[in-house]
T-cell receptor, first 116, second 116 residues
């Protein structure tokens, strides 16, 4: 079974600064997808960015980028120019490419606080 | 274009009771997954419905059951409620069309279930 570990329960960053959230995972599979989801107090899980394991290039979405290290099974999220609206719980998630249901396995989350 | 909608928003039950939660998928989506998110934790996969059948199930007891209707909407039923069933229940929908394996799941706002 796959596991996802987020070792930082809480992080804080000054507005306009850069912060990196860590995620490691354990799997014996070679083909899979990785995701970062954001969950604000409104509770809706919002997809921030995703990475296909077969792609060596790190994914980027505007101010959000990842550092995907497949051999190390590491998938960190970098948020540049942090904004107050970035404050939320961030979850790293894994999805097998082979699973018929394609269900997500989540980490325990990192609570990000953005300081004005 | 409505996203994933869940009802009710919040529900209070007592131990031993039964509860039904409802989910309408995003327009164009035919697959519905249910997740349980305990306080301070990441969501855990309960099961997934596709073509009105349970396609895959996570590590949850038979007290948790579901249904999918011809219009793709879904229900999650929990019998003999326990205190430990208190959680946020999230519904996620996705499409099986095209390169279905690459389709992200879209989440609803969840139903907060409190067991007294």
């Amino acid at each position: 079974a796959q596991t996802v570990t987020q070792s930082q329960p809480e992080m804080s960053v000054q507005e306009a600064e850069t912060v990196t959230l860590s995620c490691t995972y354990d799997t014996s599979e070679s083909d899979y997808y990785l995701f970062w989801y954001k969950q604000p107090p409104s509770r809706q899980m919002i997809l921030v960015i995703r990475q296909e394991a077969y792609k060596q290039q790190n994914a980027t979405e505007n101010r959000f980028s990842v550092n995907f290290q497949k051999a190390a099974k590491s998938f960190s999220l970098k948020i540049s120019d942090s904004q107050l609206g970035d404050a939320a719980m961030y979850f790293c998630a894994y999805r097998s490419a082979g699973s018929i249901a394609r269900q997500l396995t989540f980490g325990s989350g990192t609570q990000l606080t953005v300081l004005p | 274009d409505a996203g994933v909608t869940q009802s009710p928003t919040h529900l209070i039950k007592t131990r031993g009771q039964q509860v039904t939660l409802r989910c309408s998928p995003k327009s164009g989506h035919d697959t519905v997954s249910w997740y349980q998110q305990a306080l301070g934790q990441g969501p855990q996969f309960i099961f997934q419905y596709y073509e009105e059948e349970e396609r895959q199930r996570g590590n949850f007891p038979d007290r948790f059951s579901g249904h999918q209707f011809p219009n793709y909407s879904s229900e999650l039923n929990v019998n003999a409620l326990l205190l430990g069933d208190s959680a946020l229940y999230l519904c996620a929908s996705s499409s099986s069309a095209g390169t279905g394996n690459n389709q992200p799941q879209h989440f609803g706002d969840g139903t907060r279930l409190s067991i007294l």
